[in-house]
């Protein structure tokens, strides 16, 4: 792989990381419901869940849209199922009396699988093999790890972001508006996906 190749493969791995997108509504509500330190193992999980996803995709799993005309379907259907449950939870994890969060952050194994129902994930990595990966192992692992050096502090900034609303979040109403908007806005992140159905 060029240079040129690597600089454009880790400028859309940033684009793409750091933008919004279901992974980062997620653990910027819980950064603002547990902080950094509880939501580790999520964005932990969120990274090597994905930087896995993408090398098996390199090596030959995203061919699955192409043999199989309903498997996409399928995918979003599964989708938006596991995103409005997520939604609700976080919608939900407010307490109904003080500051302090009900619940409990995700974990790394939960993460890791919301990978392969996530959408925005599935994406990234078909655009990212077809358009930087030449074929093979190798170029299936630096397109890999290129995207899993730079989305765990992409991700990371989010969960700050989360733990520094957090001092405004000082009464129970208005960790429950948070909580809520981060829901809605975890919705409407599958819109994208979802309209091309419609």
């Known amino acids: 792989m060029s240079l040129e190749i690597l600089l454009a493969l880790a ?12 992974n980062n509504m997620m653990v910027m509500a819980s950064g603002a419901n547990f902080g950094l330190a509880r939501t580790m193992p ?28 309903g498997a996409r379907v399928v995918l979003i259907v599964l989708s938006v199922g596991y995103l409005l449950v997520l939604a609700w ?10 500051g ?27 655009t990212a093999i077809t358009l930087y990966a030449s074929g093979g192992v190798l170029s299936a692992a630096i397109v890999a790890g290129t995207f899993g050096a730079l989305s765990l502090p992409c991700i990371a900034s989010w969960t700050v972001l989360g733990r520094e609303i957090r001092r405004f979040l000082t009464s129970p109403a208005r960790l429950r508006a948070f909580n809520w908007t981060m829901a809605v806005l975890l919705v409407a992140s599958l819109w994208p996906s979802v309209a091309p159905l419609l």
Not at 43 to 69: A, E, H, N, W
Not at 121 to 126: H, S
Request: hydrophobic share 55%; no cysteine; net charge positive.
């Open 42 to 69: 999520h964005l932990l999980g969120i990274t090597f869940g994905f930087t896995f996803m993408i090398l098996l995709v390199g090596l030959g799993l995203g061919q699955v849209f192409g043999r199989v005309p």
């Open 89 to 98: 939870k976080i919608a939900h994890a407010a307490a109904p009396e003080g």
């Open 11 to 22: 400028g859309f791995a940033f684009v793409s990381t750091i933008t919004p997108g279901p």
């Open 100 to 126: 302090d969060a009900g619940g409990t952050p995700l974990t790394f194994l939960q993460a890791a699988a919301f990978q392969w129902v996530n959408p925005k994930a599935w994406t990234m990595a078909l």
